[in-house]
């Protein structure tokens, strides 16, 4: 028997035990008909940097896999990465910034090249520092958002929402970020309260001296300005409604309309109606027949809408209004006022409504059979209190926007006419002609919404409708991510995985709770606090870190990276080390031979069989309500407490050292085998949690009927 070293280092163990572990195939489960199929798609991490801390919550997904491998299942843990459009393209941006470049010095296919290759350089650092952590992931399975089979099918999701009447264009207000030149969902929009003008306006009312004061934040805006509303319940404003006012900047002459969205208590309780920027405004722009007048562009400058604002950037076209509006007589004063303005989540940059034609999914129907599934027990979702969370969102779901702006991604299949304006929609082919017979088509210079393709994760990568895994190992089995994209994400695969295939994607949705730091702040590159896995798997070893993460699971509690919970598993591991070593010690030159059993010949036998057979009943309880924290918990201090410090203590009298000149054979020998048996027992418990340190023990295991690894031993009962 191989004798352990006196210390435990995981750089002496780790690279060589995963090398044998994936050479092995025994992460490439078989279709087998006589086995249940368990599986668990991955979520697939942006391939624009490197891992993050956050990333290692992988390990829940680890844990359940490699359980239900030894348990005896077809357990498939399919791995893959994500475009992420764009969050890489802004990722990729920041580094041409760097360069002293920009997006526009490239053409769209230079530009799509080399987001390409700088993608596929990081997805290869990723799926080495996977291996690190030693998640045991199929790699003859992994799959890229932006394969051509995994386009193909989202090309043909497309199309088939557009035949069965779920698609449609149309010209919205979208929330837009003038410095990244593309729309977001509404979703993806930071709210912040932040302290702003309230400026108090005067509109001449028409043929008259009378005037009707408006309250705004955005003065910059008047310029577009349609109309004005006030509540029909408003005595204030009874007689004008109807009227006609002349707008304050260019006199553009505009109606009064008495509408229910006017909120009496707000300013003066006339409001002013800018249809091409403010959303509200908008569908009561709609409602009343009011025309769009877009006076900010794209580029954040005003437009020559705005007349003499032209060219401005918004804050100098808000002091220069004010400035001329002062001039006219037409400000009754000014306040400060605390208002919720939408940022973008990347830079800041102030979002502008902004009128843009775009591609929309109709979700109603959509969300319904989202929402029976989970109702039904179909879906079930850990921890149940999200499930309202769930039910709330679908059930006042707005129609999904899911063009984008970018080159990075997945290009919308969509061409139109020139010629007539028809839109033809294809499964990714160019239409020779359109229905008007000319060829002038130009396609969607947009891209899809990232969450539209990963959206289907679960079952393009399986290979809906014709691949056998899909057969096989649809419906996955447990869907295991953070509980901040249970709408971006989760809610979204439901939909589209019932809309296109009829079955669920997952029977189970775990929510984990957010990594953070040692103070207990998100992570955020900007703010410089995201730790490296790497660095503490350096430090620390993968087992340690993974055992200091599962530790804290409990629930969506956030957890956090913290020395002492590491250094606590560090600890952990040398004890385990350590007791293995004692029992080198008192095995000698012995080897287990036949089936290895457990024998109860004193009081000390008889009480750690008990607390074995107790802790392996509980223990599975815990993993199959996903109680990972507890299961930990218990499972340490099983081996620390009542193993090692009861039980070993104990052990030294029965094999007492050195052994005497006539000792009792019979007596030793299951002495031995007993500790073989509770040490064996442990790290079929431990595996799922700490694999590296528990393989490199089991191997070195005097027992005649282990099998080649223990990722593949026979899991308690």
Known sequence: MKELAKAYNPKDVEEKIYKAWEESGYFTPKIDANKKPYTIILPPPNANANLHAGHMMYVIQDFLIRWKRMAGFSALWLPGADHAGFETQVVYERKLKEEGKSRFDF??????????????????????????????????????????????????????????????????????????????????????EQECGLYYIKCKVKDSDKYITVATTRPETIPGDTGIAVNPKDERYKDLVGKTVLNPFNEREMPIVADDFVDLAFGTGAVKLTPAHDENDFEAGKRHGMPLIQVIGFNGKMTKEAGGLEGLNVKQAREKIMEILEQRGLVEKTEKYKNVIGKCYKCGTVIEPLPLSQWYIKMKGLAEKAIKVVKNGEVKIIPENYEKVYYNWLDNIYDWNISRQIVWGIRIPAWQCKNCGQWLITEGETPEKCKCGS??????????????????????????????????????????????????????????????????????????????????????????????PMDLIEQYGADAMRFSLIYQVTGTQDLRVAED?????????????????????????????????????????????????????????????????????????????????????????????????????????EARDNLLYILKESLIMLHPIIPFITEEIYQILPIENKKEFLMIEDWIK
């Not at 003859?140 to 043909?156: A, C, N, Q, W």
């Not at 000390?604 to 223990?619: G, N, P």
Request: glycine share 6%; proline share 3%; net charge negative.
């Open 107 to 192: 053409t769209r296919e230079q530009l799509y090249k080399d987001i390409m290759d700088f993608v596929l350089n990081n997805k290869s650092n990723m799926t080495s520092q996977l291996r690190k952590a030693g998640f045991s992931l199929d790699w003859t399975r992994e799959k890229f958002t932006l394969d051509p089979d995994i386009i193909s099918r989202v090309y043909k999701t497309f199309k088939k929402l557009n035949d069965d009447g779920l698609l449609y264009r149309d010209s919205r207000l979208v929330n837009y970020c003038t410095t990244h030149g593309t729309g977001f969902s509404d979703l993806e929009v930071q709210h912040e």
């Open 439 to 532: 060829t002038n088509l130009e396609q969607d210079q947009d891209s899809f919404d990232t969450w539209f393709s990963s959206g289907q994760w679960p079952f393009v990568t399986l290979g809906y409708p014709e691949n056998e895994d899909f057969k096989y190992f649809y419906p996955t089995s447990v869907m295991e991510t953070g509980y901040d994209i249970l709408f971006f994400w989760v809610a979204r695969m439901i939909m589209l995985g019932v809309y296109m295939t009829g079955k669920i994607p997952f029977e189970t949705v775990y929510l984990h709770g957010m990594v953070r730091d040692t103070a207990g702040k998100k992570m955020s590159k900007s703010k410089g606090n995201v730790v490296n």
């Open 565 to 669: 919970t590491l250094k606590m598993a560090k600890t952990f591991m040398n004890k385990i080390w350590n007791a293995t070593r004692f029992v080198q010690m008192k095995l000698g030159d012995y080897e287990q031979k036949g089936e290895l059993n457990f024998t109860e010949n004193t009081d000390a036998d008889k009480e750690i069989k008990s607390k074995l057979e107790e802790i392996k009943k509980t223990y599975n309880e815990d993993l199959e309500k996903y109680r990972f924290g507890q299961a930990a918990e218990s499972i340490y201090h099983f081996f620390w407490h009542e193993f090692c410090d009861i039980y070993i203590e104990k052990a030294k009298n029965q094999i007492p050292y050195p052994l005497p000149e006539n000792p009792d054979e019979k007596l030793i020998k």
